[in-house]
């Protein structure tokens, strides 16, 4: 059948927005109404004429609202196939009346699990009899409509549903029976089990919005968000420029992660290319440190995304748009610093509030063909240092170990990083062995240098991370040729001896970190 005509409707929501328009719309088109606990009281309040599920059942509603709508009489209304002779025997001999429209949202478990609820009261929010009566309804979509979202009321306040409107709304509530039980799921497992990788791994997301393209044009994509909480560039404010993409996102959340290694710390400034780090800097003023980073790699900066941890103000403004960027991320700007950006009107103004806490827990999820790879966030943080060279490092070298370490977390690997006085003087990211990426942030930092007037490039003096260990000594003998000092990296290695050897030799200090940071 196409067209239902609506002549009995049960409304059960726990969130009560729209519910009394929709009930008063389908009341004038005669529709006798049937509901429960609150949703019952709403209505009756309302001034509208509501038949109790109790009624309808012949059961009171009992144990605290548990058992209500459990009941043959329920799900036999929506459940039976309309030109089924059978199903309409039983119909009559058990007195059951068709049900042609269904209206439930469920407890907010999510809501009540973000909130820090007590074990006692997340249990009590699982929803059992909506889900049931959700998933019955949907079922048998040819005959009965089921609405789970407030958007879709409109389309049924008319007092009929069509097969194309009601195939739609079941595979909705699907949806959302899923998602459902995907948050309770991941609760038990995580926070009451205490599980980091379930035998099951329930995900669910909602499309936050869909996307121009994915990495290329002919690639389709959609930005999601999770049901619960969460802090980052999917929930930043975005106040100018056209719509993000899906590059856009990549980059300013590798940003942002980035910058947030440095929340606590001095002004600090990230740009990000292609999802690498091109130059980095912390120091007094967010606009010295800006320049700092920019220095790095002007070329690589110019279309980039900038990222700090600081709000912005005018004259670090001014400085960022001295040049061509996608994406500026920040947690706030004053009103100065927002009428600078204003003028350049392709450029995306990101504001996250505070910044990620770079060691919450979290769950890294990445597709293979036939299966996904699944693996806890890398927030490892640095410990203790462990000196094997003859030559201990000098304070400023430590300080320049450690800032350029946490850079190199987030390079691509093989990663090298090379850092002098909190600012990146060389980055060199993504080949396939680490001599090469010392020589090309080696190259990198003279050409910095050449381009402006320096004397001489920043990696003189300089400490340099690895992000895994060096597997020969050539690794590192570049980095001295570049005039290193000081390095920083996992240890582990067969050849260490011959490494810390020739670092020995070389006159350096280094330090091993026992922690290593592959990004691929």
Known sequence: MDQVTIKRALLSVSDKTGIL????????????????????????????????????????EMMDGRVKTLHPKVHGGLLAVRDNAEHLASMEEHAIGAIDLVVVNLYPFAQTVARGAERDEIIEDIDIGGPSMVRSAAKNHDAVAILTDPADYPLVAGGTTTLAD??????????????????IASWFAFADQGESLPVT??????????????????????????????????????????????????????????????????????????ANPCGVATADTLKQAYLDALACDSVSAFGGIIAVN?????????????????????????????????????????????????????????SIAGGMLVQSRDNGQLGELKVVTKRQPTQQELADCRFAWTVAKHVKSNAIVYAKDGATAGVGAGQMNRLESARIAAWKAKDAAEKAGWAQPRTIGSAVASDAFFPFADGLLA???????????????????????????????????GMRHFRH
Do not use: C, W
């Not at 997301?205 to 999770?226: F, M, V």
């Not at 420029?241 to 942002?256: I, R, T, V």
């Open 310 to 366: 600081r709000p912005l103000d005018r004259e670090t403004a001014e400085a960022m748009v001295g040049i061509f960027t996608e994406v500026v991320v920040a947690p706030d700007a004053d009103a100065d610093a927002r009428a600078v950006f204003a003028a350049k009107k392709n450029l995306r103004l990101l504001l996250t509030g505070e910044l990620p806490d770079p060691a919450r827990p979290g769950l890294m999820l990445k």
């Open 21 to 60: 328009e929709l009930g008063q719309a389908l009341a004038a088109q005669g529709v006798e109404l049937v509901s429960t606990g609150g949703t019952a009281k709403a209505l009756r309040e309302a001034g509208l004429e509501v038949r109790d599920i109790s009624d309808l059942t012949g059961f009171p």
């Open 201 to 274: 791994l329930p995900v669910a997301l909602t499309k936050g919005q869909e996307l121009r393209y994915g990495e290329n044009p002919h690639q389709s994509a959609a930005l999601y968000l999770p049901q619960t909480g969460a802090s980052g560039v999917a929930q930043a404010e975005q106040l100018q420029g056209k719509e993000l993409s899906y590059n856009n996102f990549n980059d300013a959340d590798a940003a942002l992660e980035l910058v947030s290694e440095f929340k606590d710390g001095p002004p600090t400034v990230v740009i990000v290319k292609h």
């Open 479 to 513: 980095a001295v040729e570049a005039g290193a000092t000081a390095v920083i990296q996992p240890g582990g290695s067969i050849r260490d001896d011959d490494v810390i050897a020739a670092a020995d030799q070389a006159g350096l200090a280094m330090v091993f970190t």
């Open 166 to 183: 009601r195939r739609r709304f079941a595979a909705k509530a699907y949806a959302a029976t899923a998602a459902y039980d995907a948050a």
